[in-house]
């Protein structure tokens, strides 16, 4: 079963969903009612999903949630700057363990490919609208024939 491979490949471990839950805001229950609120730890490892396969949000599995209601999710969470307080963590976390040289560092997602993406070679879309055109004579284009063209020149 594809859900259960993905919820294993995202499970978050509970010493680490303790670390992360701290970070997270508080949300209360609207007085109005409604419809109740993701589990927190659905929504992180739905983000989690997305981030790591960099599939679409809407096409992320139901497991999760609602795709787009992670996807708010995640936009409030970067503009709280809980990402960055959870990038911190992990650096000082990661600094009192190991070490960090903090005279060198770089970070660059493009450099690799995501786990579960696609093919390198797949196939290619439809060919460049510049490489289309070129096959057209400079002075007729398929909609329009000499004559129609003199045409207007005269009216005009």
């Known amino acids: 079963m594809a ?3 993905s919820s294993r490949f995202h499970q978050i471990p509970d010493t680490l969903w303790e670390r ?3 970070l997270l805001p ?3 229950a609207s ?3 409604g419809r109740p609120r993701l589990p927190m730890r659905n929504v992180v490892g739905g983000i989690l999903y997305v981030l790591a396969t960099g599939c679409q949000w ?3 599995p139901k497991q999760f949630g609602s795709g787009s ?3 708010a999710y995640f936009q409030e969470w970067v503009g709280r700057g809980v990402f960055a307080k959870l990038w911190e963590c992990a650096l000082t976390d990661y600094d ?3 070490g960090i040289d903090w005279k060198w560092q770089s970070l660059d997602g493009a450099m690799t490919k995501s786990p579960l993406g696609g093919e390198k070679n797949r196939e290619k879309p439809d060919r460049s609208w510049q490489t289309g055109r070129q096959a057209l004579d400079a002075r007729r284009w398929p909609w329009n024939t000499a004559g129609r063209r003199d045409r207007r020149r005269k009216c005009a």
């Open 20 to 22: 992360i839950d701290l």
């Open 96 to 98: 009192e363990l190991k």
């Open 69 to 71: 209601a992670i996807h």
């Open 26 to 28: 508080l949300y209360k």
């Open 31 to 33: 007085p109005k009612g």
């Open 3 to 5: 859900g259960q491979s």
């Open 58 to 60: 809407k096409a992320m």
